[in-house]
């Protein structure tokens, strides 16, 4: 791929460092990619989330294999227990639902169908993110950082190097679990805050001698508000995990650094993260009400039909991931055009070591 100077955050940084080192490990890694370079027609500029979308399918397609080996090997398995619930206590899941119904009983929320299962799928959440959390720590950290390093690869026109990986993760690894650290605080954080605000309100306009009916309006705004809230900072969460791989920034000040990239820019995150949601909101009902639900006779549709639903939820999780690393270079690249500035690759720096 042909990347302008000035405009890419990778391309500039590698050929001036190539130049001053002489490196014939670089040269030779160069040359060994030109054969299936990307398409020199693509440029990295400021995006919406359709060119976003298909930025992305053309950076798949270039590494088709290196991606699909990674959806396999990291990806598949996480999506197979946060689908089947295979971690998630039952038990845990039924006080914790009670507790929650109560709230709302008490704040003056009516017990209606959608309020049940609203706790209920709050509860199973909650509680699968503890118990899964281990396994996100190193399945999910670990794709997204080998999914951004190779589209970093891709706009480098660069093959992936397992050995230059495995230093970049062993280097940043620390980096990267605080930022996620941070991200899971601001998610809770985000999350605690709609629990108080909404039994807030509700308690306020019971108070007031509206009925149960009635209040559910006004929760249904505060809902509807904190989504549109909690879209953004998810926005700002997945981009700030794509910055601390690569920048030296982490924790707080990656999501700062986010919240300062993707200004002007909110709207198209706002679009991919609607799409990705759907797309996951989807596989989860058809593996809710096919495989859990539904089978065949003796169940053996479950036999083809979870496992495909496990590759179709990867597959989503792995475009999702794509996007944002994407959507990172495109606002970076409508940064460094407006102040006209270039950013030195880190992920080169640390590679170095190695060579």
């Known amino acids: 791929m042909e990347v302008t100077s000035g405009l890419s955050p990778r391309l500039s940084s590698m050929v001036t460092h190539t130049e ?4 014939q490990d670089i040269e030779m890694l160069e040359l060994e990619s030109t054969h299936s370079s990307f398409p020199s027609d693509c440029h990295i500029h400021s995006m919406n989330a359709l060119e976003i979308l298909r930025e992305t399918v053309r950076i798949l397609r270039y590494n088709s294999g290196g991606f699909m080996s990674i959806a396999a090997l990291l990806i598949c398995p996480l999506s197979a227990v946060i689908l089947s619930n295979v971690l998630v206590n039952e038990s845990i899941v039924k006080r914790l639902t009670i507790r929650l119904l109560l709230v709302a009983k008490t704040s003056g929320l009516p017990l209606r169908p959608f309020v049940k299962q609203s706790c209920q799928k709050f509860a199973e959440v909650a509680v699968s993110a503890v118990l899964s959390f281990p396994m996100y720590i190193m399945l999910s950290l670990l794709s997204k950082v080998a999914i951004v390093y190779s589209v970093d690869c891709t706009y480098s026109r660069k093959h992936f190097n397992l050995s230059k990986f495995y230093v970049i993760v062993s280097k940043i690894w620390k980096r990267i679990v605080a930022t996620y650290v941070w991200v899971c605080g601001v998610n809770a954080g985000c999350l605690m805050l709609f629990i108080v605000l909404l039994v807030a309100v509700s308690s306020a306009f019971s ?21 549109i809230i909690f879209a953004n900072a998810i926005i700002i969460c997945n981009i700030a995990i794509v910055i601390s791989v690569l920048e030296d920034v982490s924790g707080p000040q990656a999501l700062l650094r986010s919240s300062s990239l993707i200004k002007g820019q909110t709207q198209v995150g706002l679009l991919i993260f609607l799409g990705s949601t759907i797309g996951l909101a989807f596989v ?21 039909e979870g496992p495909l639903l496990v590759l179709m939820y990867s597959f989503v999780v792995l475009i999702d991931s794509m996007m944002s690393t994407v959507f990172y270079f495109s606002c970076k690249s409508y940064r460094m055009e407006a102040a006209k500035e270039e950013n030195q690759s880190v992920l080169e720096a640390l590679a170095t070591d190695i060579l």
């Open 284 to 304: 989860e009902g058809l593996f809710e009400h096919r495989v859990k639900t539904l089978s065949y006779g003796d169940g053996s549709s479950r036999v083809w």
């Open 20 to 23: 001053k080192t002489g490196d």
């Open 207 to 227: 108070v007031m001698g509206f009925p149960p009916d009635l209040i559910l309006y006004p929760a249904m705004v505060v809902g509807l508000i904190f989504s």
